[in-house]
């Protein structure tokens, strides 16, 4: 299978010139002008498109049990919405219950992807609880299992989060095996006694989510973590970074020499606060965590991404229906779905909507659009934070995250001049509802290839099912 790609511009993080770039057996084996046509090669023309790296998605969920329900998402839906958006790698979350063992869960969650997703992956492996058993289940995720990213979270107190000792023991052990601990940062004490005070209230609405976990309790969480961070010497990243704060309280760190790259997702860069007060409940779409907010955040996002603060711009992917999943915090239909909530007698409440958007295929679409078009962005940063960065941070560059000689296949021809509407009527999540209904965007990914195998041609899918591969990392330290 291979393939000659003539005349585009190739932008990488670095570089930008017209040139043609052949893929053989999955790899790139020649990059440069007039390249002469092997025998059964497939040429295409990418006059007047660009040729990128296939963008990385550091941070999805995948069919996660959460909130009393799952994720809408299988392998097999959330890679072809990915691949549809010019996504050829996605990372990830492995989210075990405090039940569950970490190395059992990631070998459970790595078979749920095998055979279905259609691009490349990894995972970042949760660790929800530390006990005597742990420090070894994490040896032998990265040894055995070849991972070399954890995740935690500070927030969902009772879920998947977990205590101050715990995060000082996965730190340690995470330092211990070079590798890079990824974290959810909101201080969970007080996310949980707010919440409790607004619904007792009777402030119940999705409007009242964003004020249960305001931009103070981000910025304690991620300083939180930079503390640890600092004392144990583990290289840290976090999350879906939402507002000013919080970046702060990171960069304040870097600044005493704590190694944190920092993430924040396309919904945060789009979309305000209003959106989770919209009549009806409505809100209750555009309620994930840590929460959409003000206008004045979403600006200095974009700041930190042109000035390169910004590490990656991944999406958070956690997809919901509209209905009957974020009904589950209406006040009539919660009662129904929550016991709980059922003993109290007790209506509903925005705490009990899953938290998430559904966004996986709309990134780099909404990045492109709002960035790119708009000036905010030049095409470098907009491939380095939607693509090289996360291939650097998570040990996958050059193979992934780079257009260069024995680097995979994976390119994505984009046609600058496209311009067309997002909508649930047209995209291939599984959700009901689009957060971006009827927004317009400029550009798409016309042509997307996986190791040299063409999944999306002229933005229309013809990728194969289980073609995706597991991407094992090996141990830095
Ligand atoms: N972010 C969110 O609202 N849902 C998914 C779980 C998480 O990443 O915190
Ligand atoms: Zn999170
Ligand atoms: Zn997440």
């Not at 961070?229 to 970046?247: N, Q």
């Not at 780079?402 to 984009?414: F, K, M, Q, T």
């Amino acid at each position: 299978m291979s393939l000659l790609i003539r005349n585009g511009e190739i932008v990488t993080s670095t570089a930008r010139f017209t040139a043609d770039v052949l893929s053989e057996n999955g790899v790139i084996t020649a990059i440069g002008p007039n390249l002469p046509v092997p025998p059964g090669v497939e040429v295409i023309d990418a006059s007047g498109k660009y040729v990128f790296p296939g963008f990385i998605d550091p941070h999805v969920h995948i069919y996660l049990p959460f909130m009393g329900t799952f994720s809408k998402d299988d392998w097999a839906s959330g890679s072809k919405a990915a691949l549809m958006g010019g996504t050829t790698t996605l990372i990830e979350m492995c989210c075990p219950s405090r039940a569950e063992d970490p190395l059992e869960a990631i070998r459970l969650w790595k078979s749920k992807a095998a055979g279905l997703a259609s691009c490349d992956y990894t995972f970042h492996a949760g660790i929800t609880k530390f006990d005597d058993s742990t420090a070894e289940a994490m040896k032998a995720i990265v040894a055995e299992e070849e991972i070399l990213s954890f995740k935690v979270f500070l927030a969902y107190k009772g879920a998947f989060g977990i205590d101050d000792t715990e995060l000082y023991r996965t730190l340690v052990a995470v330092k211990e095996l070079g590798a890079v601990l990824t974290a959810h940062c909101e201080n969970a004490e007080l996310v949980a006694e707010t919440q409790k005070k607004l619904v007792a209230e009777g402030k119940t609405g999705p409007e009242w989510h964003e004020p249960s976990r305001p931009i103070s309790v981000e910025a304690e969480g991620c300083h939180h973590l930079m503390t640890f961070a600092g004392m144990t010497g583990t290289e840290v990243y976090v999350v879906h970074t939402s507002c000013k704060p919080a970046v702060e309280a990171i960069t304040e760190a870097r600044a005493r020499g704590v190694k944190a790259g920092i993430e924040t997702v396309a919904p945060y860069l789009t979309l305000d606060s209003s959106y989770a007060e919209k009549p009806d409940f409505e809100g209750a779409k555009w309620v994930m965590s840590p929460p959409i907010r003000a206008k004045e955040h979403q600006d200095f996002l974009w700041q930190c991404i042109a000035d390169g603060t910004v590490d990656t711009v991944a999406t958070d992917h956690a997809p919901f229906d509209f209905i009957p999943q974020k009904h589950m915090g209406h006040p009539e239909a919660g009662k129904a779905v929550d016991a709980s909530f059922q003993a109290t007698g007790k209506a509903a409440n925005f705490t009990l909507i899953p938290n998430g958007i559904p966004s996986v295929e709309e990134r780099v679409k909404l990045l492109y659009t709002h960035g790119v078009a708009t000036g905010r962005i030049d095409l470098h940063t907009f491939v380095k934070v939607a693509s090289t960065r996360a291939a650097e941070i998570f040990g996958l560059y050059p193979q992934k995250g780079e257009i260069a000689i024995g680097s995979d296949a994976d390119l994505v021809i984009w046609d600058p001049a496209w311009r067309g509407t997002i909508s649930a009527a047209t995209h291939s999540m599984a959700t009901d509802y689009s957060a971006w209904e009827g927004w317009p965007v400029e550009g798409r990914p016309e042509l997307v290839t996986v190791r040299g195998k063409v999944m999306v041609r002229d933005g229309i899918w013809c990728g194969e099912k289980g073609w995706g591969n597991f991407l094992p990392r090996k141990s830095k330290g």
